[in-house]
């Protein structure tokens, strides 16, 4: 029977533990992943969030180390996104006459849609007593669906945070204070760009939704629990929602026969020599979702391809569309799209064409070499490189 663990008086985390899971619909979780819900036991004993349906059984296990399954009155579903609600239906056949609560509208349709259940709506000002505590809604649209809420409990200063403030991270320890938080924040940056970048007008708005309550504990749903370093996650948070980047670049290439290399190599030592902290990603090497890491805070960032088969190469073309799905304005950030070709600089072209789109701010037209790039070249693309710092700190 495997253990739950009591995170505070008669609270407890009954979640799952995938220790060996390295991709998350595209993401890799080198860390594994954990689905994290809790188990109130109160007047009414009461769920929040449920499992992966694959985490069922262990997370039946948990639950049933407290308490039997079919004495819960009240169920929570803060997002319906299969990875939380996964366990439901085996819940709702546990224990038939728990009363489910979901946002509403959104969260008691996708409830409906998803496994033909009919659930209780709530909005953001509603609260229900289960005893001795009071659960609040607060309704935190898109961040990253449209049916998230987070539920706010008091008497116990914890936030159920749901996918807010989570990380993709499989550990033993429970809290953000017994694990080594460097690796903690990492992770957290890492979910934050991957799945939560887009919304940073939402997590502003949630953000001021929270304001104030004295919260000693945020509770997510994927990883560790934060109650020591609060503030910390508050301010990256308030940091990646507003956009806010650092004097960091990075240099993202693809390249058959080295000469986009050269180019990017040059590029990559033209920021260190002026200071800035500068990655260089060979896309053959580096998954496109830790790119994101590196990018989320960087204000450079330069893209480049050789030309294969009249396109840019599939690898760049792959991480241009998921970049520009996290991060579609980028008007704050300086890009230079670049790349070698044999006979039409094509892939650098549309390797340009893309970061348009995805509104970099673009101070040079791409920087193309036909074939390989000599001295004089590497030596014009250091120069250029320079006057694009140079310009940015004026
Ligand atoms: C399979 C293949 C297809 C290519 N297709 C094109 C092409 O359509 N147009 C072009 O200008 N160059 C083409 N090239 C030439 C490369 O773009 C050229 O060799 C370039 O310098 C390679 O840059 P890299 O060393 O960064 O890979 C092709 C090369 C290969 C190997």
């Given at each position: ?19 060996n899971?390295?991709?998350?619909h ?36 948990r639950i ?18 299969m ?23 959104a ?34 649209p ?11 409990c ?43 970048w ?31 370093n609060?503030p910390?996650?508050l ?12 004097d960091?670049?990075?240099?993202v ?9 050269l ?5 990559c030592?033209a ?6 902290t ?7 090497h ?44 980028n ?7 670049f ?10 072209k549309?390797v ?5 789109d ?30 694009i710092?140079?310009d940015?700190?004026?």
């Open positions: 029977m495997l253990n739950a663990i009591e995170i505070a008086p008669k609270v407890w985390w009954v979640g799952g533990l995938d220790w899971e390295r991709q998350f595209g993401y890799t979780t080198e860390r594994g992943i954990t689905y994290n819900a809790y188990l109130i036991m109160d007047e009414k004993v009461t769920l929040i969030d449920t499992a992966k349906a694959t985490f069922t059984d262990e997370f039946v296990q049933s180390q407290v308490v039997d399954p079919a004495k819960i009155d009240v169920v929570v579903t803060n997002h319906v996104e990875d939380h609600s996964g366990s439901l239906p085996k819940i709702h056949e546990l224990a038939p006459s728990a009363t489910i609560y979901a946002s509403a509208p969260g008691v349709n996708e409830i409906r849609a998803h496994y033909g259940i009919e659930v209780e709506g709530v909005k953001t000002g509603d609260s229900l007593s289960i005893g001795e505590r009071t659960l609040h809604f607060v309704q935190t898109m961040v990253h669906w449209p049916d998230n809420m987070v539920t706010w008091p008497e116990d200063g914890i936030l159920f945070s749901n996918d807010a403030f989570g990380q993709h991270f499989a550990t033993s320890k429970r809290f953000d204070d017994e694990n080594d938080l460097a690796e903690v924040m990492k992770q957290a940056k890492k979910y934050y760009a991957n799945i939560v887009p919304y940073g007008a939402q997590v502003q708005k949630a953000m001021g939704a929270l304001a104030g309550l004295d919260i000693k504990m945020i509770a997510p749903s994927h990883g560790v629990i934060w109650r020591s609060i910390a996650i301010e990256k948070y308030q940091a990646w929602s507003t956009y806010q980047t650092e960091k670049a990075v240099v290439f693809d390249s058959m026969w080295h000469s986009t290399e180019m990017a190599r040059e590029i030592d920021f260190i020599k002026e200071g800035v500068a990655q260089l990603i060979d896309l053959k580096t998954h496109i979702s830790d790119i994101m890491l590196y990018m989320c805070d960087a204000r450079y960032v330069a893209v480049g391809s050789p030309t294969l088969n009249s396109n840019m190469m599939p690898t760049v073309a792959s991480f241009l569309t998921y970049m520009r799905g996290l991060s579609p304005n008007s704050q950030r300086i890009g230079i799209a790349g070698s070709y044999g006979w039409a600089p094509l892939g650098p549309q340009e064409q893309a970061m348009q995805a509104k970099f701010e673009m101070p040079v037209p791409v920087i193309t070499q036909q074939w390989i790039p000599g001295e004089e070249k590497l030596t014009e693309i250091q120069d250029t490189v320079k006057k710092i140079e940015t700190r004026a």
